[in-house]
């Protein structure tokens, strides 16, 4: 059972370079989600989907563009990378919030190691 | 609006030592809480959670009682072991949304 599947699990990009971060679920999860994880700040949610085809900002958007592809996939785009996005970034997915559910955990990927210089 | 605090760290302990890192929140309505631990060079994973008022989560030797009027969610442990070296996130997930807050995480290291 692979869970949640991210990669690459690094990348250095230059300022000004795109790229692409994959994410995929295999549970049949509703809900995705991409965080970045910086020191002393925790994890910050950048965008999240709560449904096939719905995407809406987190805390932190500006910089990255989402797309829910399809149930399973959610990636996370950087059009013009920049040094202040050097972070780890998590992509996480969850079962559709029900009132009175009990199975109300994330799962988490790995995470992408990412540096800008 | 929803928010976590957590306990400021690096906490270091000897082994066999009483752990406890402090959490507390504020929320609208009736949130679910919960502890994930995030092992060095993994993702996070979901150690415990509550999902209402005087709610204890418990698992691998750690506990957390919501309480509602502390607003806390305090993670406890009698006799911390090495392998539970990691950092420790509490967190929310609002039950008017579909969204998680995350604390800003406590270091924990535990010293043979």
């Known amino acids: 059972n692979a869970g949640v599947t991210q990669t690459p699990k690094f990348q250095v990009l230059k300022t000004g370079q795109s790229m692409t971060l994959q994410c995929a679920q295999d549970?049949?999860?509703?809900?995705m989600y991409w965080y970045r994880q910086d020191p002393g700040m925790g994890l910050r949610l950048i965008y999240y989907?709560?449904?096939?085809?719905?995407?809406d900002k987190g805390e932190v958007p500006n910089g990255y563009n989402v797309s829910r592809l399809n149930k399973r996939e959610f990636s996370l785009r950087l059009e013009s990378a920049a040094p202040s996005q050097t972070s780890v970034y998590f992509c996480?997915?969850?079962?559709?919030?029900?009132?009175?559910?009990?199975?109300?955990?994330?799962?988490f990927g790995s995470g992408t190691q990412l540096s800008v210089l | 609006g929803n928010s976590v605090t957590q306990m400021e760290g690096p906490v270091t302990l000897s082994e066999e030592a009483f752990l406890t890192i402090n959490c507390t929140y504020t929320?609208?309505?009736?949130?679910?809480l919960f502890w994930y631990v995030q092992y060095p060079g993994e993702g996070l994973q979901l150690l415990l959670k509550?999902?209402?008022?005087?709610d204890k989560g418990s698992n691998k030797g750690f506990e957390a009682t919501y309480r509602k009027e502390t607003t806390s969610f305090h993670l406890e442990k009698g006799s911390v072991q090495v392998s539970d070296s990691a950092v420790y996130f509490c967190?929310?997930?609002?039950?008017?949304?579909?969204?998680?807050?995350f604390g800003t995480g406590t270091s924990l290291t535990v010293i043979p």
């Open positions: 989907s709560a449904s096939e085809g719905t995407t």
């Open positions: 996480a997915s969850s079962d559709r919030l029900l009132t009175g559910s009990t199975n109300e955990k994330l799962f």
């Open positions: 929320a609208t309505g009736y949130p679910s």
């Open positions: 549970m049949n999860h509703n809900s």
């Open positions: 509550a999902t209402k008022a005087d």
């Open positions: 967190a929310l997930r609002s039950n008017t949304g579909n969204q998680f807050y």
